[in-house]
């Protein structure tokens, strides 16, 4: 993954509305949760450079060479909030990690191709798992996983376990744990049914019928009085 360069300085504004009047001059307030020394540390930085920085990325961590008063920092950019209106950046939070060091992420993973059983046997492709944990140093961080299901046949389930990935990826998820299925045809339930359709639709027939025999019953007791 490149690495992405961001111009910051340490702020001292802290506070609702000084944050607020803090952003009417383009910048972004943010934080960094420092490594070796503990404790967080507040930045700011250029709004417009940080959007062209980030435009085009996908990834929810993402590496990046925080350049804090003229101080290196690495570190995973590990929040962002938006404004729920404009959808523009307000606040961001980074974690200072060591480039030797692995680190702990989720990374999203999208199932390509079409899977035998879909093509060739009518079947539905269902992604159980969407995401996946691994261990990587920050350098290698992958912004996501394309894994390929064509191989994927009627009632063949792909777990974590079959993934092929480079060995720098340590996978951290369990390896039992389902990643997409291709079920069969009868296994998917008809458009719009509902559990216990069927049963809710046999029952009236059996009441109706014990409604029916009652006055043959009737009947036979009054001709065994008669006698």
């Given at each position: 993954?490149?690495?992405?360069k961001i ?8 506070g609702?509305g000084?944050v ?5 001059t383009?910048?972004?307030?943010g ?5 070796n ?15 062209m920085a980030?435009?085009g990325?996908?990834?929810?961590q993402?590496?990046v060479?925080?350049?804090?008063n003229?101080a290196?920092?690495?570190a995973?950019l590990?929040?962002?909030q938006?404004d ?26 999208y199932?390509i ?12 492709l ?15 961080i ?7 299901v ?15 990935l ?15 299925v291709?079920k069969?045809p ?10 216990g ?8 027939d ?11 019953a009737?009947?036979?007791a ?6």
């Open positions: 993954m490149d690495q992405i111009l910051a300085e340490a702020r001292t504004e802290q609702t000084a607020r009047r803090l952003r009417r383009g910048k972004i307030p934080s960094v949760m420092k490594m020394k503990g404790g967080t540390e507040l930045i700011k930085f250029d709004e417009h450079a940080f959007m980030m435009r990325r996908t990834g929810k993402v590496l060479s925080l350049d804090i003229g290196e920092v690495p995973l590990r929040e962002m938006n729920v209106l404009k959808g523009t950046p307000i606040h961001v939070d980074f974690s200072e990690v060591s480039l030797s060091q692995k680190v702990r992420i989720t990374v999203p993973v199932l191709g079409e899977a035998k059983g879909v093509k060739l046997g009518g079947g539905v269902e992604q159980v798992l969407r995401s996946i944990d691994i261990d990587v140093l920050p350098t290698d992958p912004e996501k996983f394309d894994v390929d064509s191989a994927l046949d009627l009632d063949q389930t792909m777990f974590v376990r079959d993934l092929k480079d060995p720098k990826f340590t996978v951290v998820t369990r390896g039992e744990l389902a990643l997409a291709v069969a009868d296994d998917v339930p008809a458009a719009g049914a509902k559990p359709e069927g049963e809710a639709a046999a029952a009236p059996v009441i109706k019928k014990g409604k029916e025999e009652a006055p043959a009737d009947a036979a009054k001709k065994e009085e008669k006698k």
